[in-house]
């Protein structure tokens, strides 16, 4: 028999955790995880079912040789385990997957922290919460030296039993959701080998089923000089595509971390997660022109962005439908006043040099009733009309001009005018919102001051071409691969699964069945004492 029993162990554990030990335990996880997030889950592809039904399936794949000797190296440099680089690698991949910078995994430790435990039949197994704040800014490495500090100070406070550890943090719960962490990450580091004895050989073989306790659990083996992972998943919530993805994911983000530990996790080159000022300049090829030139004939029809088509879609289905003409809260007006001496001439020459600037104000859009594209028009110049209302005040007829519709496809999508009376001068800039939105507004009426007052100077305003185009940004759209779009999908579907209630404010009146977006507005100033 042997020495010990496992009857002897749980009497041990039972003696080893008294009331100051308990707590010393409790203490440490209520710091570790109180304010962790709800979830750290991956967004899933099908709504998350009420309850869990547990069923399985596995993805299996290898880790390079190289690349896997590479992340040892890593770790015997940094006095850290293969698994502690495993968990801040997947920390950072969830962090780029769910856009959250703070990540709770699960695990699961051996618990068998003395020799004579070792040949012991018996349940040991731990679980733990790990818990990691990803600073995009810092580097991998710097994050490498976190997990390990975490990680060290979960295992000095193993033993408590988990359900003592939900019980006391209490995380916030969802229907059909594990509590605290979704995805669990393993490193078996006693695999399973060939057992061959006289005249007889025993094999390990894989389950024909799989159950999923948690959305994805991530298995890691030591094998044939590299590391083998097996992606465990929620058959409910995910397709098999999906984790194939997810698992060439990891694959090149430990392989680019092997390479360049001192990399910043912002600078990692995971699909679809640059952000795009940063990224735009540099997916453009240098030979491509930034404007339109002579090589690039005003008259070319160029594929509108996903925002465009969305735009354009929703005006061509209501125009004639919904409403008699084009839906005029597609209307972007901008309204700047001048001072009256400043002649019409000056504020038309200055308004020509901002819309040369830009081409997407001097882009029309095109259908011929199988494709929409989008071209430049050929005279990019506008003429500014002129109304003179003598006493009148000219603002509501500026706010009326404003709320006249365009036409796609046969209209300038930018008009402006001057209105003069009772002493004021109003320009009114309206724009469809196809070809701009109200952040671009600011950037006109910035200019286009610019331009008033250098022309009022004497001075020519500035006329070169803006150095990136709204058509720049279409292109580089349209050259993203598939997992740039397939990333911010999961996200959206992970956000939206569930059933959402509309917010709705008491109303004084039924709703028409045709929203005809007429308003009034109500202004109010807030006591300075409550500002």
Known sequence: ?????????????????????????????????????????????????????????????????????????????????????????????????????????????????????????????????????????????????????TLLGAYAHQGLPFERVLDAVKPARKAGMPPLFQVMLLMQNMPMERLELSGLAMQALPAPEHTAKFDLTVYVTERDGGLHLAYEYAQALFHADTIERLAAHFNALLSELAAAPQTRLDELALPGTLALPAALPAALPASEPQAASPAEPESERRALSYH?????????????????????????????????????????????AVIARHEALRTAIRSDGTAVWSQLERDSAIALDCIDLREQDPLEAALAEAAQPFALGRDRLVRAALWRGAGRA??????????????SLQTLAQELVEACAALAAGATPASAPAPLQYGDFARWQAAQPAEFVDTGLRYWKQQLHDRLQALELPLNRPSPAVHTYTEARHAFDIDGELG
């Open 1 to 149: 028999a042997l020495p010990l029993q496992y009857a002897d162990y749980a009497l041990a554990q039972r003696e080893s955790m008294d009331a100051d030990n308990e707590r010393r335990h409790l203490d440490y996880w209520r710091s570790h995880l109180t304010g962790a997030p709800a979830t750290s889950a991956l967004p899933i592809d099908k709504p998350r079912p009420a309850e869990q039904n547990f069923k399985g399936a596995m993805f299996e794949t290898a880790l390079p040789a190289a690349a896997s000797a590479a992340l040892a190296e890593l770790a015997r440099r940094e006095h850290a385990t293969p698994f502690m680089v495993l968990t801040a690698a997947l920390s950072v991949l969830l962090s780029r997957y769910n856009a959250q910078s703070d990540i709770c995994l699960g695990t699961v430790v051996a618990n068998r922290d003395r020799a004579e435990l070792e040949p012991m039949i018996g349940l040991f197994l731990d679980t733990l919460a790990i818990r990691t704040r990803i600073d995009p800014q810092q580097r991998f490495e710097q994050l490498l030296r976190q997990v390990r500090a």
């Open 308 to 352: 465009q088509n969305r735009m354009w879609f929703i005006d061509a289905f209501e125009t004639g439908k919904v409403y008699a003409h084009s839906p005029v809260y597609h209307n972007l007006p901008l309204l700047l006043e001048f001072d009256p001496g400043l002649s019409a001439r000056t504020i038309e020459t200055a308004l020509n």
């Open 426 to 439: 109003l320009l009114c800039v309206v724009v469809h919102h196809i070809v701009a939105d109200r952040a």
